[in-house]
């Protein structure tokens, strides 16, 4: 999604480009131009790109306007969305018609985004309508940076890169990347700076890889639902849920933490009483390093109907960064594997 693709994309591109032709639809074409609304020419456009096998569509380097649009396949062949410039999103939430998203891509095979462009979802003046902060039952407002940026569902194979997010911290519920019901997902080299969770991942969610990802702000990367004040580190939240859900074969590695309230978490009674029937198991966290902002630096808050299972702490060196004193580590129906260095010690607290 960015500038500067891997190596192995642009060899994988240089291979697709010595065998087809690339078809180019500008958007220029289609009366796109800057500082106007592009919505009806970028629909044109993506119409007639999807038409095509092997074709691109191209906004280039200035500022646009774009309403709500679905940007929708199947498309004939391979296509790629080359955003240079800037998509401004409407301001007013009116404009989206009761709509929960602003730009969508929809059952496209071989899609790639890309061209290092902005998409700038104009947030600041819809955070205040949201209330999900004290409300459950809450209007969801649309997905981009009023809400949630990127919501990943029901994807296979995609790879992002160098995707940056910023929302300010005390924007609501502007997690970052949300991944749910979606398997071989990679997110690499990515920035993210927002209210809520970086990288958050829902339900049905498979194999999901993150690596060189910077997290900002809030809270780090989560596995669960929707959370919202507290500020973690790498957090597994579970709520009650019929049917019960389980969440497995999760592994946090070299990760850096600076300055986090709870920089490692496992809180299975989560939401909203303790009557948890969600399984955690096989679960690693190797090699956490950096500041806390509280002692409690590690909480493994397990429920005791179901016991977390094969949880593994391996080299945890985790400082209180406050003065006198130093962290400690919470365990609660949990008998974690603990190897290399453990900076709080081990389960100093156990309930
Ligand atoms: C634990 O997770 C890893 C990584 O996904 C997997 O390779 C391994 O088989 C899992 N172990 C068990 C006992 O399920
Ligand atoms: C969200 O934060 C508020 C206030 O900080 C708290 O009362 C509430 O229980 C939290 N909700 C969840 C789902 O964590």
Redesign the pocket.
Known sequence: MGKNLSFVTISLLLLLASTRVEQVFDVKSYRGQPNTDITQALSKAWKAACAVAGSKVVISARTYKLGVVTLLGPCKGAIEFNLQGTLQAPSDLASFNGKDFWVSFERIDSLTVSGGGVFDGKGQTAWQKNNC??K?NCKLLPIDNKFFHINIMGCKNLQMQHVTITAPRDSPNTNGIHIGRSSKITVSNAKIGTGVDCISIGDGAQDVTSNQVTCGLVHGISVGS?????KNGVRI?T?SSLPPGSASDMHFKNIIINNVANPILIDQG???NNQCSNKISNVSFKNIRGTSSTKEAVKLICSKSVPCQQVAVTDIDLVYKGAGGSTTSTCVNIKPTVSGKQNPPACTIKQ
């Open positions: 902060d004290q459950y929707l959370g919202n004040s507290t939240k709520w989560y939401y909203p």
